[in-house]
């Protein structure tokens, strides 16, 4: 065997003629089938990128238009209802291993619906306040309350009490005189 590199043609020539002559005859060839990719038919399991958009969807653009997509690939509105839950199927409504990625979906819309509504509100100066008709200011009163409310961290829920602290009283019980025994003793002095 020559090595790789720069050949004059006449090496060239004379390696090609080796090559002919060692030639070794390969009378039997083994073919097999490669295994198809994707839906085999009759497979109905939606891929999971799939279940994916048509939640992302419900969750942002509402049920309708989920549903208009689902119907597309023959989905049905029950399955749309798992895939808005996070679920991968209506038989696995408690699993949600896709909630995380429909809860980072929500988390980016919110981050720009909170960037307009800032600029919004800094856009709101007291001229404008001023000069705006009492229906206008009755409105943005009740918006910018509704935003202050949003806006407030989420406080904890009452546990009726569970996580404080607990108090146990002990007291010992009221007994009459009765029940002790009597010892009658004289009086000397």
Known sequence: ??????????EFEDELKDSAT???IINEAIIKDLPNKGRKEGD????????????????IEGRKEAL?????FGISPSSVSAYSNGSTS???????????FLNDAKNRITSKAIKRMIKSIDCLTDEKLAEAKPDT???VARTMGAIVKDMEPEKPKDDSGKGG???VFFSPQFKK????????VQDTK
């Not at 208009?68 to 597309?72: M, N, Q």
């Open 165 to 167: 602290p607990t108090f």
């Open 90 to 100: 209506t038989s696995s409504m408690n699993e949600q291993p896709n909630l995380s």
């Open 137 to 139: 200011l009755a409105n």
């Open 44 to 59: 109905n399991n939606v891929p999971d990128s799939l279940r994916k958009i048509i939640g992302e969807t419900s969750e």
């Open 68 to 72: 208009e997509l689902a119907d597309k």
């Open 22 to 24: 060692n030639k070794q």
């Open 177 to 184: 005189e009765e029940h002790f025994e009597h010892i009658f």
């Open 1 to 10: 065997m020559m090595p790789m590199g720069i050949v004059s043609d006449a």
